[in-house]
């Protein structure tokens, strides 16, 4: 375990890099706009303020180089990355509209089983779109709504100080052929089995038991702690040996994987055990990796040695920093 390697690989692995312009679309379309705003940029999903609950609104575009290369995984992660973006909030998904853009028929076709087996598998429908049906290029891009109580809502740039970071992570799982990052952990389950795990956030919300949590998406594991604590203004150490980890799976592999189910969380330490209890009820694995601070740097440690991954006073992963508080909002 080279820590050196781990830190320069995470840095230059593009799930990290891609990330980076974020915040220039973001300090260009102003958010001011409204005091029914709750939560908007760097969080998984905006949450708009309707009676005593929040509309949750999400939108996901598939990579070109996944519809190239399985276009059948590319429509069913299409609608499982909206899927787990309202989870991540403490939400309950509602509905979908997709936009496809396409060239190739077979292709179109292998996109739409993918999205039809995902959407099954989730019981979220798809109502609604559009189709470009005269593109020279191939691509799926989905929208989502789910609701979530206003006193409920999980957002990814609240954590404390003090607080306990916890992974948590389904490691019944595999990588599809030619999908070297996909740790693909749904669509050979039962679909009830998918669809109790995907709730169990909602408990996790009711209960109040994270002070912030973010689904793990393609930066991987730690790279998706570190967007957490870039939004929340904080720093903190993760332990790699503490990280669940598959047997058998390459750790390097493991720590950029995108988790079919997995999510980061900062939480008080008097929470953590029965954070951790609930997902083993739905068979996840979770632990306690590390610890948040008021420092500026994200530090990975391992076998006795630590180095900093990140430092927010000059490095970036979106630019989204500080949620800053507005009149009306009191999510």
């Known amino acids: 375990m080279d820590l050196d390697v781990i830190v320069s690989t995470i840095r230059g692995f593009p799930g990290i890099t891609r990330k980076n312009t974020v915040h220039e679309i973001v300090n260009f379309l102003s958010t001011d706009l409204s005091p029914d705003i709750v939560a908007s940029e760097g969080e998984d999903a905006a949450a708009i303020a309707y009676g005593n609950d929040c509309i949750l609104f999400a939108a996901d575009g598939i990579m070109e180089s996944l519809v190239k290369e399985d276009p059948f995984y590319a429509g069913y992660f299409a609608v499982l990355v909206n899927v787990n973006d309202i989870a991540a909030m403490g939400g309950r998904p509602l509905a979908m509209v997709d936009i496809i853009s396409m060239s190739d028929g077979k292709i179109c076709s292998k996109l739409l089983k993918g999205m039809e087996r995902a959407v099954r598998k989730f019981n979220v429908p798809i109502v609604g779109g559009h189709t470009h049906p005269d593109c020279n290029y191939n691509a799926i891009d989905i929208s989502i709504i789910g609701t979530v109580p206003r006193t409920d809502i999980i957002r990814s740039s609240t954590a404390e100080a003090g607080n306990d970071i916890v992974f948590a992570m389904d490691l019944d799982g595999s990588y599809p052929p030619g999908l070297k990052y996909a740790w693909d952990t749904t669509t050979k389950k039962e679909d009830k089995d998918v669809q109790e795990q995907m709730a169990l956030m909602c ?57 079919g189910y997995g999510f980061v969380f900062s939480c008080r330490p008097e929470n953590s055990q029965r954070l951790i209890d609930l997902f083993k009820s739905v068979n996840v694995d979770a632990a306690v990796v590390g610890t948040v601070n008021d420092s500026s740097e994200m530090i990975l440690c391992a076998e006795g040695r630590s180095k900093v991954l990140f430092d927010f006073s000059k490095d970036i992963i979106t630019g989204c920093g500080p949620r800053r508080s507005k009149p009306g909002h009191k999510g």
């Open 203 to 259: 408990t996790v919300a009711k209960e109040r038991l994270v002070t912030a949590g973010k689904d793990m998406s393609n930066p991987g594991c730690v790279g998706t702690m570190g967007m957490l604590l870039e939004s929340s203004g904080k720093g903190g150490s993760i332990h790699i040996e503490k990280i669940p980890r598959p047997e058998g799976v390459d750790l390097m592999r493991w720590l950029l994987s995108y988790q």
